[in-house]
Every structure is written in C-alpha cells, then in structure tokens.
C-alpha cells in the first residue's frame, strides 16, 4: 500500500532502446500507464535591474509521486492530463528516489 494516496495516472512514452528492425528504424515501445499523485505548480519569477523590473515569467513545474522504485528515465516523456483537461507533456527534470531507513524504496519523486 502506497504511503500517500495514488489517484492520478501518468504515460510513460520512451524513446527507442537503440535496437533496430530489420529495415534499420529505430524500434518504438509502446507507451505504459502508472498510478501516481501529481501535485502542480506556478510561480512568477521577475528579473530587476537597478531596481526596475526588466521581465516576468511564469514557471509551471510538476511533482510526481510513484510508489516504490519506478523505471523513470531522463530520456522519456511524461503525459499527465488533469481534471481542467491540460496536458502536461515535458521530459523529467529531476528524479529522486526515498528511502525507508531500512533502505527499501518507498517513492519516486519526479520533478518535470
């Protein structure tokens, strides 16, 4: 049992392995679901220069929480649809695995 509730599901889409068919192409996986919990994000970030604001941006990150040790790599894409009906398609920026004191892994945390 998941220590947090996993509610939402995320695809996984992941870039071809190296093989190749008989033809040469690169072969494609298919793309695999897994329960998660994702929690999002925004933040305005401003840059100021002498005190005057020289430019705004807005930074929207995501926190995806798998339980136990999931195969996540930096090269896949992540696809989360929410309940407003935005997908969210990006590449893991950062991938962090916690651990029990025992040493079991009990999360993966994935920032995209």
Known sequence: M?????????TI???????LDPWGN????????LKCRV??????TSSR???????????????ILIDKLADIRYSDTVIFTNELGET?????????????ISGKPILTEVIV
């Open 39 to 44: 929690d999002e994000g925004s933040q305005i």
């Open 49 to 63: 220069s002498s005190g005057v604001i020289k430019s705004e941006e807005t930074v929207a990150t995501a926190r």
């Open 88 to 100: 969210i398609k990006r590449k893991p920026k950062e991938i962090n695995v916690k651990r029990h």
């Open 26 to 33: 690169p072969v494609k996986q298919d793309p695999f679901t």
């Open 13 to 19: 889409e992941r870039d071809s392995t190296g093989e």
């Open 2 to 10: 998941a220590i947090v509730p996993m509610r939402q599901t995320i």
